[in-house]
């Protein structure tokens, strides 16, 4: 399916990522946002607010991210594709409605613009801390979709596959930008609508007795939705369910149930995987990054590389569901990845795993506040060819 | 039950006895998950039949009702009725069913839920929704303590009453729910006791036909915990309290009527007033401000 032409913003813009964002999800069919001021995303929900009046969009401001996550929820339910924006303390509040939204299998899309953290930490300053939060934040066992931009021009096309692949999936995707991709403005191309490629939600049209709200046969698929209001009297919960969505209370529901919620987005990872790499063929040594500090990271290597350094560069666009399978056989073939990132180690101790000693993990840590300095990650890069 | 007529949009399949001897309500509940978890003489089942009946009373087209619960004893009542039902998170209910209102302004959304969800984790979901006139009706089922985890204190437990968190009395001031409800924003508040079956039927209907935010308190009696602990009795010895102590007062001025430890109960429809709902309100206010520009939300078949 194709976009709807009255949502895009069809032409060039000079704008932020935070803007580009709103306009990827306006684009991609969204029309319900519940949210809740904070630097550095409002931006998100103040576009949202301007334009969905004039495009039959819904926009409420809740009293909380508490109360906006469990709207994004109950909204989805009702039918409109339906996201929050929010940025870390805000992100932590919404941990209770995320997991409500991964348990009842609801589409929706979180957007995090990562700041320094913890607590109020760094309000206006960029940081990357959130990664795992994004990864384990919510309680109980589950698998997420994560998504990092590196443009402005990213949080406008990903923001449209962040809700593909929430409709694909039935599965929140968080879309984790920070501070300095929110804030950064640079030419963003919004193309015609014919041109966005769009996953409409899979309503069931079948027989009453018959639908199921969700899917637990092991193929790791999701089954159909339906709407409230269409007749179907469903009851969805966010207790461990059957497929019926009525409440079991007991061990072999909960395995059914739980790694369900697991193994349709890690069994699909391949298929949810989007990686950049570059001149990682004869690569000693792998640069792994995101979001901003994959642009930093860039010119890092394009030094080394200079230098006469076998260095290639692997930018994770989904950090979430990690890449295993593909670290795991790079490992055998590098002597060191290379993990700049603005938080004190976190998408490198994933690394670490998945390399098994095989290769050299070298992270590089910065505490938030700014991105780091490419001499930084060029010693670590010497450091890991040697 | 004479003016409840039988429910005519029945899809069920339900091994029963013959139609004739079918308990008019059956079609409203997923038999299939009874028996139910609520302890014999509870009040919350008394409070689904008021709400099956006025729901029927109501003739609104039920598949275009949804029921929001939140966590507690009273959180389980969406979990058997045979609506389209969500089972939320503790004290989101209210946030949820705004969001499943806002998202599909067809459909009537009622939350079904107890005092500690409502008041307590949700009380600023409660207000900021009254606040708004939300169009949801609220139906908050009192039983003065949080039942499902073992009787603690809540936030309406009267001062002395005794409860497992509480083990000297409480000495809190608890929250007066209509008094909240009108100061926050309603435009319906009534109360009544698990006791007043045919009145809270009626407050029911009344408010699902409310456009805007409808808030009705039922006291309900807690047999288990709360009766226990106070020795007041059983669920029978409790309606018989309420028999003698409950004092209907139309219209009463809602800061008059806090509920003391074992006293006077004063109940009914307190306010009925008129005021722009939210879907209502925004709608004309966007159009007015935006002129030809403006498209309202199409709902859920828009896109």
């Given at each position: 399916?194709?976009?709807?032409?009255?949502?895009?913003?069809?032409?060039?813009?000079?704008?932020?990522?935070?803007?580009?964002?709103?306009?990827?999800?306006i684009?991609a069919?969204?029309?319900?946002?519940?949210?809740?001021?904070?630097?550095?995303?409002?931006?998100?929900?103040?576009?949202?607010?301007e334009?969905?009046?004039?495009?039959g969009?819904?926009?409420?401001?809740?009293?909380?991210?508490?109360?906006?996550?469990?709207?994004?929820?109950?909204?989805?339910?009702?039918?409109?594709?339906?996201?929050?924006?929010?940025?870390?303390?805000?992100?932590?509040?919404?941990?209770?409605?995320?997991?409500?939204?991964?348990?009842?299998?609801?589409?929706?899309?979180?957007?995090?613009?990562?700041?320094?953290?913890?607590?109020?930490?760094?309000?206006?300053?960029?940081?990357?801390?959130?990664?795992m939060?994004?990864?384990?934040?919510s309680?109980?066992?589950?698998e997420?979709?994560?998504?990092?931009?590196?443009?402005?021009?990213?949080?406008?096309?990903?923001?449209?596959?962040?809700?593909?692949?929430?409709?694909?999936?039935?599965?929140?995707?968080?879309?984790?930008?920070?501070?300095?991709?929110?804030?950064?403005t640079?030419?963003?191309?919004?193309?015609?609508a014919?041109?966005?490629?769009?996953?409409?939600?899979?309503?069931?049209?079948?027989?009453?007795?018959?639908?199921?709200?969700?899917?637990?046969?092991?193929?790791?698929?999701?089954?159909?939705?339906?709407?409230?209001?269409?007749?179907?009297?469903?009851?969805?919960?966010?207790?461990?369910?059957?497929?019926?969505?009525?409440?079991?209370?007991?061990?072999?529901?909960?395995?059914?149930?739980?790694?369900?919620?697991?193994?349709?987005?890690?069994?699909?990872?391949?298929?949810?995987?989007?990686?950049?790499?570059?001149?990682?063929?004869?690569?000693e040594?792998?640069?792994?990054?995101?979001?901003?500090?994959?642009?930093?990271?860039?010119?890092?290597v394009?030094?080394?590389?200079?230098?006469?350094?076998?260095v290639?560069?692997?930018r994770?666009?989904?950090?979430?569901?990690?890449?295993?399978?593909?670290?795991?056989?790079?490992?055998?073939?590098?002597?060191?990845?290379?993990?700049?990132?603005?938080?004190?180690g976190?998408?490198?101790?994933?690394?670490?795993?998945?390399?098994?000693?095989?290769?050299?993990?070298?992270?590089?840590?910065?505490?938030?506040?700014?991105?780091?300095?490419?001499?930084?990650?060029?010693?670590?890069?010497?450091?890991?060819?040697? | 039950?004479?003016?409840?007529?039988?429910?005519?949009?029945?899809?069920?399949?339900?091994?029963?006895?013959?139609?004739k001897?079918?308990?008019?309500?059956?079609?409203?509940?997923?038999?299939?998950?009874?028996?139910?978890?609520?302890?014999?003489?509870?009040?919350?089942?008394?409070?689904?039949?008021?709400?099956?009946?006025?729901?029927q009373?109501?003739?609104?087209d039920?598949?275009?009702?949804?029921?929001?619960?939140?966590?507690?004893?009273?959180?389980?009542?969406?979990?058997?009725?045979?609506?389209?039902?969500?089972?939320?998170?503790?004290?989101?209910?209210?946030?949820?069913?705004?969001?499943?209102?806002?998202?599909n302004?067809?459909?009537?959304?009622?939350?079904?839920?107890?005092?500690?969800?409502?008041?307590?984790?949700?009380?600023?979901?409660?207000?900021?929704?009254?606040?708004?006139?939300?169009?949801l009706?609220?139906?908050?089922?009192?039983?003065?303590?949080?039942?499902?985890?073992?009787?603690?204190?809540?936030?309406?437990?009267?001062?002395?009453a005794?409860?497992?968190?509480?083990?000297?009395?409480?000495?809190?001031?608890?929250?007066?729910?209509?008094?909240?409800?009108?100061?926050?924003?309603?435009?319906?508040?009534?109360?009544w006791?698990?006791?007043?079956?045919?009145?809270?039927t009626?407050?029911?209907?009344?408010?699902?036909?409310?456009?805007?935010?409808?808030?009705?308190?039922?006291?309900?009696?807690?047999?288990?915990?709360?009766?226990?602990?106070?020795?007041?009795?059983?669920?029978?010895?409790?309606?018989?309290?309420?028999h003698?102590?409950a004092?209907?007062?139309?219209?009463?001025?809602?800061?008059?009527?806090?509920?003391?430890?074992?006293?006077?109960?004063?109940?009914?429809?307190?306010?009925?007033?008129?005021?722009?709902?939210?879907?209502?309100?925004?709608?004309?206010?966007?159009?007015?401000?935006?002129?030809?520009?403006?498209?309202?939300?199409?709902?859920?078949?828009?896109?």
């Amino acid at each position: 399916m194709k976009a709807d032409p009255i949502g895009v913003a069809t032409g060039s813009h000079y704008i932020d990522g935070d803007h580009a964002c709103a306009e990827g999800a306006i684009a991609a069919g969204c029309r319900f946002l519940a949210g809740y001021p904070i630097t550095p995303s409002t931006e998100v929900a103040e576009r949202m607010a301007e334009r969905f009046p004039k495009v039959g969009g819904m926009f409420i401001q809740m009293e909380d991210e508490l109360a906006s996550m469990a709207a994004v929820v109950g909204a989805a339910w009702a039918g409109p594709k339906s996201m929050t924006v929010t940025s870390g303390p805000g992100f932590s509040l919404m941990m209770e409605n995320l997991g409500l939204a991964i348990m009842m299998e609801t589409p929706c899309v979180v957007v995090n613009v990562q700041r320094g953290g913890p607590s109020t930490g760094l309000p206006t300053l960029t940081g990357q801390a959130d990664m795992m939060q994004a990864r384990w934040g919510s309680h109980g066992d589950y698998e997420i979709i994560a998504i990092s931009p590196n443009s402005p021009q990213e949080c406008f096309d990903l923001t449209v596959k962040a809700f593909n692949l929430s409709e694909k999936y039935r599965v929140p995707v968080l879309f984790m930008m920070d501070e300095c991709v929110g804030h950064m403005t640079e030419k963003v191309v919004i193309p015609e609508a014919d041109k966005i490629d769009i996953v409409p939600r899979n309503f069931y049209k079948g027989k009453k007795e018959d639908y199921r709200p969700y899917k637990f046969n092991g193929d790791n698929s999701v089954g159909p939705m339906i709407k409230a209001g269409d007749g179907y009297n469903i009851h969805i919960t966010g207790l461990t369910h059957d497929e019926r969505g009525y409440p079991v209370i007991n061990a072999d529901a909960q395995d059914k149930n739980v790694n369900h919620l697991v193994d349709k987005i890690i069994k699909n990872e391949e298929d949810i995987r989007m990686i950049e790499t570059d001149q990682i063929d004869d690569a000693e040594v792998i640069v792994i990054s995101y979001g901003i500090t994959s642009r930093v990271a860039l010119k890092a290597v394009q030094d080394a590389r200079a230098a006469g350094m076998k260095v290639g560069i692997m930018r994770l666009i989904t950090v979430w569901p990690f890449p295993e399978k593909l670290i795991k056989k790079l490992s055998s073939k590098v002597k060191a990845f290379i993990v700049p990132e603005i938080n004190l180690g976190q998408v490198s101790i994933e690394v670490e795993r998945c390399a098994a000693g095989k290769a050299t993990t070298i992270g590089v840590p910065h505490a938030g506040g700014w991105v780091h300095d490419p001499n930084d990650i060029l010693k670590a890069i010497k450091k890991g060819v040697k | 039950m004479s003016e409840i007529s039988a429910p005519t949009t029945s899809t069920l399949k339900i091994p029963q006895a013959p139609d004739k001897l079918q308990h008019p309500m059956t079609d409203f509940l997923r038999t299939e998950r009874l028996p139910h978890i609520w302890c014999s003489t509870c009040g919350i089942g008394t409070v689904i039949t008021a709400f099956i009946a006025g729901l029927q009373k109501s003739g609104l087209d039920r598949n275009k009702v949804s029921v929001v619960s939140g966590i507690g004893c009273s959180g389980r009542a969406a979990g058997y009725l045979r609506l389209d039902s969500f089972h939320s998170t503790h004290g989101r209910a209210v946030p949820f069913a705004t969001g499943l209102a806002l998202g599909n302004p067809e459909l009537k959304v009622v939350v079904i839920s107890g005092d500690g969800d409502i008041a307590a984790i949700g009380g600023n979901h409660f207000i900021h929704a009254a606040r708004r006139n939300m169009n949801l009706t609220i139906i908050c089922i009192n039983n003065f303590n949080y039942a499902m985890t073992g009787g603690q204190a809540g936030p309406t437990t009267p001062e002395e009453a005794n409860a497992s968190t509480a083990p000297f009395g409480a000495y809190e001031f608890p929250f007066n729910l209509p008094y909240l409800a009108e100061s926050s924003g309603a435009v319906y508040v009534a109360r009544w006791t698990a006791l007043h079956i045919r009145r809270t039927t009626k407050s029911i209907a009344e408010a699902l036909l409310k456009p805007g935010f409808s808030f009705i308190e039922v006291v309900s009696p807690c047999p288990t915990l709360y009766a226990r602990r106070n020795r007041l009795g059983s669920g029978l010895d409790l309606m018989r309290f309420y028999h003698n102590s409950a004092k209907i007062q139309h219209g009463a001025d809602t800061r008059d009527i806090d509920i003391d430890y074992q006293k006077e109960i004063v109940v009914g429809k307190f306010i009925d007033k008129e005021k722009p709902d939210f879907y209502t309100n925004r709608d004309q206010f966007l159009s007015k401000k935006l002129g030809d520009k403006y498209i309202p939300y199409r709902g859920p078949n828009g896109h």
